[in-house]
């Protein structure tokens, strides 16, 4: 399929790099990161091969989640700087070739935002949905104007009102998408990226972009709005880039957006093809979906077919219009180094990120194994359930060995947030020191993708074996193979294949014919 939306220029060859802004870098020593201590490690970044950056919600917020409730969308918040600041890390950042995405929480504010403050003193305010009566979900008003509001996750998150898809006389507070207050809701929307946009950063990754209008069961008046939004995007900032927190990439794409992420979240539409290769049932993981095993385990008992089958589908429908995010992890599910995955377990699952035919997504410190920590308390609502703790993959990064990492625990209100107590825990300078180390797999595996164009998200691919060891070829011209279980396999090529060579190469041989993998290895070779 030919695009009739042309993207802008540099998204298909990028490698994104998400960082929580709380939890990467402290330059001042009040045990919160901050956009100056974000400036200081763009060199680790650059040096890493990383062209795009993701920054988590770092607008004015009380943080009663994590910076995902604002009360000021054209302000920096003060504990990680001021705006000057966070435009100043914009334009260092340009100077490395690496952009910047800020995280846009479109679909709510905190209650504690003015915008919220008017309309529950004002029943002619319409920029909220409300409600004459209890509803289940509902809130009660905290201020002079009777009734109730919805919420669109935490009660101190109110729902932006961008109107419902369907009319209901039971429901006569519902209003249309095109009323007054949605209209001037979507009309605040484009305002906040235009100023964000003016200020030179270089798109958004749009949180529960999927959650606008309610009670839109085909999202077919969510895609409408976004869709709106794209053609202004495109007449007004033609290179800018917007991501979806969607997780379903065809209904996204089809949308307006340029990319969308696979996600662990939901059914097995959605968020199966991602855990199927993940999801070992450690870490953030609610009980409907735990699963028997995954393909990146040490026993073997998963298969890729889940997310090859979900892939496929996908990535017929998004050809030539948009693209499909494989991340390692992020801030609300488990980091790659969870449960019993082992530190040896990770390269041939960056080397398989780094060069199926999608956008790489790596969280931060996940290039070096950082761990998901369990059991840790709730942090800026961190905790969603029992088995649903999110602290675990928000731990600081570790730059250095040491008990903090540079992070202070003093004083006691200072957001804080242990690190891996293991003393043996990785962290980047040692990583640094050790050419065979995790860090150097990674920042090899990147140079060795845009060394190759046919590696990345634009080349084809044609899976030859899809077991232990998963072989593919890429473009007709490299030949992949990753192993992540622990015993050896082996696979026999076709003839005629001709002689290869390898570029990166952990554990995998062809000789003769076959393809022989060590146990927790991968292998990227060119074709003859």
């Known amino acids: 399929m030919t695009s009739t939306r042309p993207g802008p220029h540099w998204l298909a060859d990028a490698v994104l790099y998400q960082i929580y802004p709380q939890s990467f870098a402290d330059s001042d020593g009040d045990g919160i990161g901050d956009f100056a201590g974000i400036a200081e ?26 910076g995902y409730d604002i009360t000021d969308y054209l302000a920096a918040a ?6 000057e600041g966070l435009v100043a890390l914009v334009e260092a950042a340009r100077g490395r070739g690496i952009r910047v995405l800020l995280d846009l929480v479109a679909g709510h504010t905190s209650d504690r935002h003015p915008w919220f403050l008017a309309s529950a003193e004002d029943p002619s305010d319409h920029r909220y949905i409300w409600s004459d009566r209890q509803v289940d979900g509902f809130v009660a008003s905290p201020g002079a ?6 919420p ?6 109110p729902a932006l009102n961008f109107g419902y898809a369907r009319s209901s006389s039971e429901e006569p507070w519902r209003q ?21 946009l003016g200020l030179g950063v270089a798109g958004f990754r749009v949180d529960m972009a999927y959650s606008l209008v309610k009670d839109d069961p085909d999202k077919a008046e969510t895609a409408k709005l976004w869709t709106e939004t794209r053609d202004w995007l495109d007449r007004t900032h033609p290179e800018a880039a917007l991501f979806a927190e969607w997780g379903d990439p065809a209904a996204a794409v089809a949308a307006g957006f340029h990319a969308d992420f696979f996600l662990h979240f939901g059914g097995a539409d959605h968020g199966l093809p991602l855990r ?4 070992n049932n450690g870490g953030t993981v609610e009980e409907f979906w735990r ?3 995954c393909y990146f385990e040490a026993e073997g008992r998963g298969t890729p077919q889940p997310f090859l089958d979900a892939w496929r589908s996908a990535a017929e429908l998004t050809s030539g219009d948009g693209q499909i995010v494989l991340p390692t992890a992020n801030h609300d599910f488990s980091r790659l180094a969870t449960g019993p995955r082992t530190a040896e377990q990770l390269a041939p699952a960056f080397a398989f990120l780094l060069t199926w035919p999608t956008l790489p997504a790596i969280y931060y410190g996940d290039e070096i194994g950082m761990r998901y920590l369990p059991g840790l308390p709730d942090v800026e609502g961190s905790v969603l359930g029992p088995r649903f703790n999110r602290a675990g993959s928000r731990t600081p990064m570790q730059w250095a060995p040491g008990p903090t990492a540079g992070f202070s625990a003093a004083p006691a209100e200072r957001l804080y947030l242990p690190v891996d107590p293991d003393p043996h825990r990785p962290d980047v300078l040692s990583q640094r ?5 995790l860090l150097h797999t990674v920042r090899r595996l990147i140079a060795l993708r845009r060394a190759h164009p046919g590696l990345g998200s634009a080349g084809s691919v044609d899976v030859r074996h899809a077991g232990y060891p998963l072989v593919y070829t890429r473009d007709g011209r490299y030949l992949v193979a990753v192993n992540p279980r622990r015993e050896p396999g082996a696979v026999r090529l076709p003839e005629g294949g001709g002689a290869v060579r390898p570029l990166e190469a952990q554990g995998v041989r062809v000789a003769d014919g076959e393809l022989r993998a060590d146990g927790f290895s991968y292998g990227v070779f060119e074709l003859g």
């Open 433 to 437: 020191a050790d050419p065979t180390s």
């Open 176 to 196: 249309p998408v095109d009323a007054e207050g949605p209209r001037a809701n979507r009309a605040a929307l484009r305002g906040i990226m235009a100023h964000w």
């Open 152 to 157: 669109n996750f935490f009660d101190c998150q």
């Open 41 to 66: 490690h763009l060199d680790h970044l650059a040096w890493l091969g990383v062209d795009t950056v993701w920054l988590n919600p770092c607008f004015a917020s009380p943080f009663r989640d994590a």
């Open 276 to 279: 199927s290769l993940w999801n």
């Open 78 to 83: 003060p504990r990680y700087g001021d705006t």
């Open 145 to 150: 104007r009777p009734g109730w509001y919805r």
């Open 291 to 293: 699963q028997d095993a």
